[in-house]
């Protein structure tokens, strides 16, 4: 007997618990990046080290997903998430406790972004749990832009709470945040309706062992995975020298940081707008031509611009282009990968992208000209190039 197909309003206040534990989960993130050179004298330690609070959430994604996505696959989106949220709101309050010795406060972080993949990986697995075919692709859209706005948050409130050189305040605030967020998860969300939201939530879906040898005999999901290695990193890796990209160029921190926000501006503006064309079109392919096509051109006059009005013009859509593919590549990797589950997809899509920001920042962080990185985004707008003529070897997903 076939269940009820039914779509419930509790979805949103689902939709919303995860947008705020994932903007939490970024401030705790991003929370040493906007005082690198206060923590530099609060610590005594090198730039490469307060650099690291930040990359250790990149290095440990990489094996901590598979967990994380074995859990979700088998435990449901609740339990899944909810461990992220328990282990953000305990190292978030851990870390302030160690605030002034540096290796405690390190290890505390590492404890965090162990907690990241439990929530990232989580968001189609939410999308499918809770929200009709119609809506799927923009509330995974909404959900990853909660992860725009914590990086945001992130770098506007920081230097408001540091008080001189001391750091406590901002740490005994995230942990206080982290804390009480992470329980008003855990009490209030729930992992899915009492009847599904679509006849596909019901499919008898395969483990994440043998899922992940599906994925990977899948040549479509080989281009997004190489799409998401590529998207990904170099935003990442442009969001992390942004100051070296415009400090040769005559401007000053300052600028960097308009410079950067318009880029997350530029994600959420394009994330809102591609996510909701996607489920209302039921398109991927074009979409992500559309973005990818964006991303490249604006990369490429980022890489030769010296023009204040340019630099953030086209900053802004090169947010928009790469970030805006997000949603729609994770949605289109389910649709094309069923009966595998959401989070296997999600998770290794994810994973790729963390690894490829790791990679990228490391092998271009000296790939200059008398101090100028234009021959490093030269590289990745190639490389952003390649990944726009691959796409189009992906197909469009008949509507059903």
């Given at each position: 007997m076939s269940e009820k197909i039914q779509v419930y309003r509790f979805r949103w206040i689902v939709l919303l618990l995860f947008m705020l534990e994932n903007i939490t989960?970024?401030?705790?993130?991003?929370?040493?990046?906007?005082?690198?050179?206060?923590?530099?004298?609060?610590?005594?330690?090198?730039?490469?080290?307060?650099?690291?609070?930040?990359?250790?959430?990149?290095?440990?994604?990489?094996?901590?997903?598979?967990?994380?996505?074995?859990?979700i696959d088998k435990y449901g989106f609740r339990i899944g998430a909810g461990i992220g949220a328990i282990i953000a709101g305990i190292f978030g309050l851990l870390r302030f406790i160690a605030f002034s010795d540096y290796s405690m406060v390190l290890i505390f972080q590492i404890g965090?972004?162990?907690?990241?993949?439990?929530?990232?990986?989580?968001?189609?697995?939410?999308?499918?749990?809770?929200?009709?075919?119609?809506?799927?692709?923009?509330?995974?859209?909404?959900a990853l832009?909660?992860?725009?706005?914590?990086?945001?948050?992130?770098?506007?409130?920081?230097?408001?709470?540091?008080?001189?050189?001391?750091?406590?305040?901002?740490?005994?605030?995230?942990g206080i945040i982290s804390m009480i967020t992470g329980i008003i998860f855990i009490i209030f969300i729930k992992d899915k309706p009492p009847t599904p939201p679509?006849?596909?939530?019901?499919?008898?879906?395969?483990?994440?062992?043998?899922?992940?040898?599906t994925l990977f005999t899948n040549k479509y999901f080989i281009i997004l995975f190489v799409l998401f290695f590529l998207g990904l990193g170099i935003f990442n890796t442009i969001t992390t020298y942004i100051e070296g990209i415009v400090i040769p160029r005559g401007y000053d921190q300052n600028f960097a940081g308009i410079?950067?926000?318009?880029?997350?501006?530029?994600?959420?503006?394009g994330s809102i707008i591609m996510s909701t064309l996607s489920d209302k079109f039921r398109k991927r392919k074009i979409l992500l031509l559309i973005s990818l096509m964006i991303a490249t051109i604006s990369l490429f006059i980022i890489t030769f611009a010296y023009d204040a009005v340019l630099l953030n013009l086209f900053g802004f859509l090169l947010g928009f282009g790469i970030l805006?593919?997000?949603?729609?590549?994770?949605?289109?990797?389910?649709?094309?990968?069923?009966?595998?589950?959401?989070?296997?997809?999600n998770g290794m899509l994810m994973m790729i992208g963390q690894l490829g920001g790791i990679l990228f920042i490391l092998s271009l962080e000296d790939v200059t000209?008398?101090?100028d990185y234009w021959p490093a985004l030269l590289i990745q707008a190639i490389l952003l190039l390649v990944a726009f003529v691959i796409t189009f070897f992906l197909k469009e997903k008949r509507n059903e």
């Open positions: 989960m970024q401030i705790l993130w991003i929370s040493f990046a906007p005082v690198r050179s206060l923590a530099v004298t609060f610590y005594g330690v090198d730039f490469l080290l307060i650099d690291l609070l930040a990359m250790s959430f990149m290095i440990v994604y990489i094996p901590i997903t598979f967990l994380s996505t074995w859990i965090i972004g162990i907690g990241q993949p439990f929530i990232l990986n989580a968001v189609t697995k939410l999308s499918a749990n809770w929200f009709p075919d119609s809506e799927r692709t923009t509330a995974t859209g909404i832009l909660s992860q725009f706005l914590g990086i945001a948050l992130g770098m506007f409130i920081t230097p408001i709470l540091v008080i001189g050189n001391n750091l406590l305040p901002m740490l005994l605030t995230y679509s006849k596909e939530i019901s499919d008898e879906k395969v483990f994440m062992f043998e899922g992940l040898r410079l950067g926000a318009l880029m997350l501006l530029g994600g959420i503006v805006s593919a997000g949603p729609v590549g994770l949605e289109y990797a389910v649709d094309l990968t069923k009966p595998v589950p959401e989070a296997s997809s000209i008398n101090g």
